[in-house]
C-alpha cells in the first residue's frame, strides 16, 4: 500500500499564495488517482481537487475554481496544491488521498489512502 505525507502548510495573510505538497512513498504514485480535500473546525470533511493519473485530467471544487491548481510529478511521486487568492474561508487541514480506482472522485468514502492532514490557516 502507499503512505503519504502532507507538507507546506501554515499561516498566511488573506490575498497570500501557498503550495502545499504531497509526497508518496511504498507504491509508485502514477498508479493512482490522487484528491485533495480539507475540514475546517466543526464542518465535514470536503472535497476541494483531484487528478488523474497522467495529470492531464483535472477537477475542482466551485470554492477554489480559478484560485487553486492541483498537479503531479510522477517522476517524484509527489502531488501539489498551488493555493493563490487565499480567504479566511479556505481554513482547514488539507488532506491528500489515493485511490486505484478511474475516474477521480469528488467523494472521500471512495479514496483508500490518506495523509495525516497539513494545517492551512488564512488570517483577514
Known amino acids: 500500500q502507499v503512505q503519504l505525507v502532507e507538507s507546506g502548510g501554515g499561516l498566511v495573510q488573506a490575498g497570500d499564495s501557498l503550495r502545499v505538497s504531497c509526497a508518496a512513498s511504498?507504491?509508485?504514485?502514477?498508479?493512482?488517482?490522487m484528491g485533495w480535500f480539507r475540514q475546517a473546525p466543526g464542518k465535514e470533511r470536503e472535497f476541494v481537487a483531484a487528478?488523474?493519473?497522467?495529470?492531464?485530467?483535472?477537477y475542482y471544487a466551485d470554492s477554489v475554481k480559478g484560485r487553486f491548481t492541483m498537479s503531479r510529478d510522477n517522476a517524484k511521486n509527489t502531488v501539489y496544491l498551488q493555493m493563490n487568492s487565499l480567504k479566511p474561508e479556505d481554513t482547514a487541514v488539507y488532506y491528500c488521498?489515493?485511490?486505484?480506482?478511474?475516474?477521480?472522485?469528488?467523494?472521500?468514502?471512495?479514496?483508500?489512502?490518506w495523509g495525516q492532514g497539513t494545517q492551512v490557516t488564512v488570517s483577514s
Open positions: 511504498g507504491r509508485p504514485l502514477s498508479i493512482y488517482v
Open positions: 487528478i488523474s493519473r497522467s495529470g492531464v485530467t483535472t
Open positions: 488521498a489515493a485511490d486505484l480506482h478511474f475516474p477521480p472522485s469528488r467523494r472521500s468514502y471512495e479514496y483508500d489512502y
